[in-house]
C-alpha cells in the first residue's frame, strides 16, 4: 500500500492544467500549488494531466516544470511527473553515465529489474531504446565491467513468471545450487544467475526460505561472507530487492540521511518510486530497523519546498 | 515482401465466420472453403474473424478448427489461425517438450528470439507465461542442456534496438572478440553471447560482414570449423536468422523435404510463419541455393489439402 493520499472529489484534468499554469505565471512560481495537484495524483492521474497540458498549451508540462523549479524540488517533481516507465529508463540511463558507479548508482538497476512487474520492466527497456538510441543492455556491457556486468544484463533480461506459483523440490534444489555457487565463491556461476533471473518471486522466496532453513544462515548473510566487493553489494541488493523490496527500500532511505550530509538523489528515488507502491510498508520496515520514524528522518534531512514535496508523497498534510 | 493474397474486396468477419459455420456443418467438412476464406486473410483480419467467431457462435474458431480437420493440413491451419506471439509460444513449447532436441526443433526458438522484432519477442514470452505457467526460460532451463541452455536464454531475453544504426568502430572491435572467441573454441564466452544477444541487428550484420573482411571466413564457416555439435549448429542458426533470415527459412524449407519422407512439422512452420513477412526472399534464396523452385519442392512433398493449404499461403491459385 502507497502513502500517496488522493482528494475525494479530483479536479479534472484541465482544471489541474489550469491551475499548474496559473502557478507558473509572471516572475516567482506558486510552489504550494504545484505540490498541490501533482502531490496528490496518481500516476494515470498524472499521465493524464500531462497529456492534456501538451493539447491545451503546446508544450510539455515536464519541460516548464524544468524551467520553473529548481534544485532536488525540481528534480523530485520532475521524476514524479514523468511516466513511471520513462523515469526509470532515465533513473538508469543517469546511473550508467555517472562518474563513479558504486553500489549506490548500480543498485537502481536492480532495483527496476527486481522490484516492478516483469511488464514494468519490458516498457522501461523499450522507453530506454527510444530515448536513448540503443539498448539497456548494450549501455551496460559499455558501462559496467565483469562480472558486475552480467549479473546486471542477465536481470534487466528477465521475464518473470508473475503469479504465485512455488515448487518446493525446486526451492530445496536450487537452494543447494546457490549454496553450493557461494560456499566455492564462484557468485557469477551462469546457474546461479540463471535461477536468479529466471524464477518468479515467490519461488524465489521459498528457496532462500529453504536455504535458511538448510545451511543456517540467510543467503545474503552467506553472500556479505564471500568478500566486500561490488559484487556481493550488488547481490545482496538483488536478494533484498526479490525478498522484501521494502526492506530495500528502507535501508536506500536510511543509507540516504545517514551521518552529515543527505544523498537526495537517493532519498528523491525511493520515495518517489514507491509512494504509490508499498510505501507504508517501506515505513515499517524503516521503523523495525532504525527504531525511528522514516518521515522524521526526512524531515530532518530535508527543507523548504522539496521537503513539503516529498512529506506530501509520505501523506503528510502540509 | 510476404507471398499471402487477399482479395481486393474482402468479406466482412462476419461473412467470414458464416462461411466457416457452413464448411463445418454437417458429417463432411468443406475444407476447400475454409482454405479459401482463411488462406486469404492477413494476421490483423484473422484475428477480427476469431473475435467475432467467439461473440457469434460462442466457442473457439481453433477448437472447431482442431475437430473438423486433420492431419498436417489440420496443424497449418491452427497455426496460421492463432495469433501469431501465441503460435510462437506453443512452437517453443512443443520444441522444448519433444523428445528429440536436436537442431531441428531448438532452431524455433532461435526463429523467434533473432527473425522477429523485439516486441513480437515479448509477446511471445508474455503469451508463454498465460499458457504454461512458468516463463519460456524457466523451461529452456530445465529441458535443455548446457552450454546450449545458456545460448537460448541469453537469446529469448533479448530486446535489441529496433532502428538502422550501426557503428563501424564497434563493428571492428567486436568482431576481434568474436573471432577471439571461435579461435579459441570458447563458443559459450560470455563476451561472445552478450554481443550477439544485445547489439541490434543491422549492428550485427556489419559485424559480421567486418569479420569476412579482416579474417577471410564468414564467421558461420569459421563457426562450422569449431565442431559438429549442437552448439555449433544452434550458433550457426543464429548467425542466419540475424543476417538473413530469408535464407535460413530456404534451407529449413530444403532440410525438411530432401531426401525420403518429408519434415512436415518443419515445412508448415517456415511457410505459415513467413508467409505473410518475407516470403518472396524465402523464395529467391531457395532458387539461388537449390537452383529449382521452391513451390516445385512443396508440390512434389506434400498432397490433398495440405498441399493446397500451404499453395495458397505461397501465392498460388489453387
Chains 1, 2 share one sequence.
Not at 26 to 43: D, F
Not at 47 to 72: A, F, P, W
Not at 191 to 204: A, E, G, K, M, P
Not at 256 to 280: K, P, Q
Request: charged share 25%; hydrophobic share 40%.
Amino acid at each position: 500500500m502507497g502513502t500517496l493520499r488522493i482528494p475525494d472529489m479530483v479536479p479534472s484534468p484541465t482544471e489541474d492544467c489550469q491551475t499548474l499554469v496559473t502557478s507558473f505565471k509572471g516572475l516567482g512560481t506558486n510552489e504550494k500549488s504545484v505540490i498541490s495537484v501533482l502531490g496528490h495524483r496518481n500516476a494515470s492521474q498524472r499521465k493524464k494531466i500531462r497529456e492534456t497540458y501538451q493539447q491545451l498549451y503546446n508544450k510539455s508540462l515536464v519541460d516548464d516544470i524544468y524551467s520553473e523549479l529548481s534544485g532536488d524540488f525540481r528534480k523530485a517533481v520532475v521524476l514524479w511527473t514523468y511516466e513511471p516507465f520513462e523515469r526509470d529508463a532515465r533513473l538508469a540511463n543517469e546511473a550508467l553515465k555517472s562518474r563513479k558507479k558504486t553500489i549506490t548508482q548500480l543498485q537502481v538497476i536492480v532495483e527496476i529489474a527486481c522490484a516492478s512487474s516483469p511488464d514494468h520492466l519490458v516498457a522501461v527497456r523499450e522507453a530506454y531504446c527510444g530515448l536513448f538510441n540503443r539498448s539497456l543492455e548494450e549501455d551496460i556491457t559499455a558501462n559496467v565491467p565483469m562480472p558486475v556486468q552480467k549479473v546486471l544484463i542477465g536481470l534487466v533480461r528477465s521475464y518473470r513468471y508473475d503469479k504465485q506459483l512455488v515448487d518446493p523440490s525446486i526451492a530445496n534444489a536450487e537452494a543447494a545450487i546457490l549454496r553450493e555457487a557461494i560456499r566455492t565463491k564462484q557468485l557469477d556461476f551462469d546457474n546461479f544467475l540463471i535461477i536468479l533471473s529466471t524464477r518468479n518471486v515467490h519461488q524465489l522466496r521459498a528457496t532462500f526460505e529453504c536455504y535458511k532453513k538448510n545451511y543456517g544462515f540467510s543467503i545474503d548473510q552467506d553472500i556479505k561472507s564471500c568478500g566486500k566487493g561490488l559484487l556481493e553489494s550488488i547481490l545482496k541488493v538483488v536478494i533484498w530487492c526479490i525478498d522484501s523490496p521494502e526492506k530495500h527500500f528502507a535501508e536506500v532511505v536510511r543509507a540516504s540521511v545517514v551521518g552529515l550530509g543527505t544523498d537526495e538523489d537517493s532519498l528523491t528515488r525511493a520515495i518517489v518510486t514507491r509512494a504509490e507502491v508499498d510505501m507504508m510498508k517501506v515505513r515499517g520496515e524503516y521503523f523495525i530497523a532504525n527504531k525511528t520514524s522514516l518521515d522524521n528522518a526526512v524531515i530532518d534531512d530535508t527543507s523548504g519546498d522539496y521537503r513539503k514535496f516529498l512529506m506530501t508523497l509520505l501523506g503528510a498534510k502540509v
